[in-house]
């Protein structure tokens, strides 16, 4: 950067990505950059790129880097001096967690007992001082997974989506009895919340915990536009009609969804929630875990609890359930024999529901630009199927909706919705050849 003429700056030391999506707009700084695996294995590395409005770069910023890229022809042709680069100091990061204060309500009730693991990240110093900054009781940690490390010793993948990966904080959990679990990916712009469910702890699935902050915000008297991304759960659109509020649906990923005109909270089911746009334009783990925990204080003074308002959400909007058939490949040409098998042959009909409406999102939409992805709105179900952007991955997202009526028509409505969500994963399985 500096050989290139530019000003340059590096943060103080490793930090999470969305303290780096704050610091472009506070500096005033035309563009940033994150190196980062995410939460991918540990051979995998890779970087963010963010412009000066402080969200990620979209086409065709991404096409004009990469052919300036290509047109380099040797590393010894770009100037690298030595110095001329400034680091920062804490000040920035001071900013930051000042920010963090605009998440909670004044006076909320701050009495959630919390377990922290950072997966092997970044996120533990700055969740631990934006917690002490809010009043929350100090989460108790993850000793094994708290420290930074590349290798990513105690997990196959520092995803808390996937299996094995939440073990040792749940383990912790039970030594300990919080309210919740909360995991960040390690660099922390993903937040996984966890609850005890009877003699258990379960996941909450990232369209549960985008429902229950949306929830907690409308409560709160949110204005503004409530937006997520087409693999999303439809529940957020009803949350928002029932309050008044615009909606929109988005291409995948934050750098869409931070992009909404008049953006006021923004989720996706990947774990990645925008609570406060106005600070960080792109989801933010530390951010979302101080909501997520301010709303589990307000419910736990009532003695209620997280899964006691998706039962209220359920009965008010109908049970939207959710689920993924992700195909993991070591061969890309698979995904692509996939999507071209659909394409060439799309189903009918799944789990016996009629598909009404099938949509190959190669070809755009009136509302969205063109992506490879395949979208079936059913009777009752919606099934989008697109190739990962970040890894080697075919990804079908699923969702049902059963009507409940009453909170005793539960049981049978999470029976029917599993039993919907296995038959279409089993039917889609087939139709795409995976």
């Not at 490390?149 to 073990?167: H, I, K, L, R, Y």
Request: glycine share 8%; aromatic share 4%; hydrophobic share 40%.
């Amino acid at each position: 950067m500096t050989g290139a003429g530019l000003r340059a700056a590096l943060l103080p030391r490793p930090l999470p990505t969305p303290v780096l999506a704050y610091a472009i707009r506070h500096l005033g700084a035309v563009a940033g950059v994150e190196v980062t695996a995410s939460h991918n294995p540990p051979r995998d590395n890779g970087y963010k790129v963010y412009l000066g409005d402080g969200s990620q770069i979209v086409p065709p910023a991404d096409a004009e880097i990469a052919a300036e890229i290509a047109a380099i022809r040797s590393l010894d042709d770009v100037p690298r001096p030595d110095n001329g680069w400034e680091v920062l100091d804490d000040s920035v990061l001071d900013a930051y967690l000042a920010r963090t204060d605009a998440v909670l309500s004044a006076g909320s009730p701050r009495t959630a007992r919390t377990v922290y693991t950072a997966m092997h990240g970044v996120g533990k110093d700055v969740l631990l001082a934006a917690f002490a900054r809010a009043g929350f009781p100090e989460p108790v940690l993850v000793a094994e997974q708290a420290e930074p490390d590349p290798e990513f010793p105690t997990v196959a993948f520092p995803n808390p989506e996937e299996p094995g990966a939440m073990d040792l904080a749940f383990a912790k959990a039970r030594e300990t009895d919080p309210d919740l679990v909360i995991a960040n990916d390690p660099d922390a712009d993903r937040c996984a919340v966890a609850v005890r469910d009877g003699e258990r702890w379960r996941m909450l699935r990232g369209d549960e915990v985008g429902a229950l902050l949306a929830a907690h915000l409308v409560s709160r008297g949110a204005r503004g536009t409530f937006a997520e991304s087409i693999v999303s759960s439809s529940l957020l659109g009803r949350i928002a009609e029932k309050a008044g509020l615009p909606y929109e649906e988005t291409l995948t990923g934050f750098k869409w969804i931070a992009r909404v005109d008049g953006l006021r909270y923004g989720y996706e089911e990947a774990l990645g929630y925008c609570v406060d746009p106005e600070g960080v334009r792109d989801k933010d783990g530390i951010t979302a875990a101080l909501l997520v925990t301010e709303l589990a204080s307000e419910l736990k003074e009532r003695g209620r609890t997280l899964l006691d308002l998706l039962d209220d959400l359920a009965v008010e909007h109908g049970l939207h359930a959710t689920d993924q058939l992700s195909v993991r490949v070591e061969d890309l040409t698979v995904i692509a024999r996939a999507m071209e098998r659909l394409r060439e042959r799309p189903p009918t009909e799944l789990a016996g529901l009629a598909i009404t409406r099938a949509e190959d999102l190669s070809k755009g939409t009136d509302r969205l630009p063109p992506t490879d992805g395949l979208r079936y709105t059913l009777d009752g179900a919606r099934v989008v199927v697109r190739p990962s952007g970040t890894e080697p991955k075919l990804k079908c997202y699923l969702e049902v909706v059963v009507p409940v009526g009453s909170a005793d028509g539960l049981p049978a409505a999470h029976a029917r919705a599993a039993e919907l969500l296995a038959a279409v994963k089993r039917d889609l399985s087939a139709a795409a050849g995976i």
